[in-house]
T-cell receptor
């Protein structure tokens, strides 16, 4: 039962433009959301997070937006750079059911072209 | 470098065998998490330990077990291995009493069962 869904397996964006990665979730008990970036042959690297009491969190070129009513969050990267090319995972905590276990989406592969 | 180390990096073994994967968390982190990433799946939570005690359990098979030692390193034991156990196994750690912080991942152990 996939509670976190990333429906776009891949995304291609030109350097300098905005990358928008989307994530939907089904569990209304999720109260903390995270984005991770993963390069081949490496572990996921924490990127940015957001609590359910907020609707936006910004860190440099990365902004995460949360729409609780739609059970949707998105990651914006502006401007996109070739080094951003990686797989991005959306993840969420379900504290009421499984403690601090992260529920991950299947990832979106981002390619930033020069 | 996340500060989380995992050994070995690669492991090739045969069906029916038993292996042990090792993880050292970031300095000061009390929580250790184990995740499995199979070919078509996102990262699946297996188990969490906090300061030596099991805190949460995911879809971990009975053939799999884990423990966290007094020095906080953790081991994941996989026995009676099957072909379907071939996957990337990631360890993550987080700090603080609540465990509700971002999790930092190690580089993973790639297990191949032949």
């Amino acid at each position: 039962d996939q509670q976190v869904k990333q429906n776009s397996p891949s995304l291609s964006v030109q350097e300098g433009r905005i990358s928008i990665l989307n994530c939907d979730y089904t569990n209304s008990m999720f109260d903390y959301f995270l984005w991770y970036k993963k390069y081949p042959a490496e572990g996921p690297t924490f990127l940015i997070s957001i609590s359910s009491i907020k609707d936006k969190n910004e860190d440099g070129r990365f902004t995460v937006f949360l729409n609780k009513s739609a059970k949707h969050l998105s990651l914006h990267i502006v401007p996109s750079q070739p080094g951003d090319s990686a797989v991005y995972f959306c993840a969420a905590y379900d504290l009421s059911n499984s403690g601090y276990a992260l529920n991950f989406g299947k990832g979106t592969s981002l390619l930033v072209t020069p | 470098d996340s500060g989380v180390t995992q050994t070995p990096k690669h492991l090739i073994t045969a069906t029916g065998q038993r292996v042990t994967l090792r993880c050292s968390p970031r300095s000061g982190d009390l929580s250790v998490y184990w995740y499995q990433q199979s070919l078509d799946q996102g990262l699946q939570f297996l188990i969490q330990y906090y300061n030596g005690e099991e805190r949460a359990k995911g879809n971990i098979l009975e053939r799999f077990s884990a423990q966290q030692f007094p020095d906080l390193h953790s081991e994941l034991n996989l026995s009676s291995l099957e072909l379907g156990d071939s996957a990337l196994y990631f360890c993550a750690s987080s700090g603080g009493r609540s465990g509700r912080n971002e999790q930092f991942f190690g580089p993973g152990t790639r297990l191949t069962v032949l």
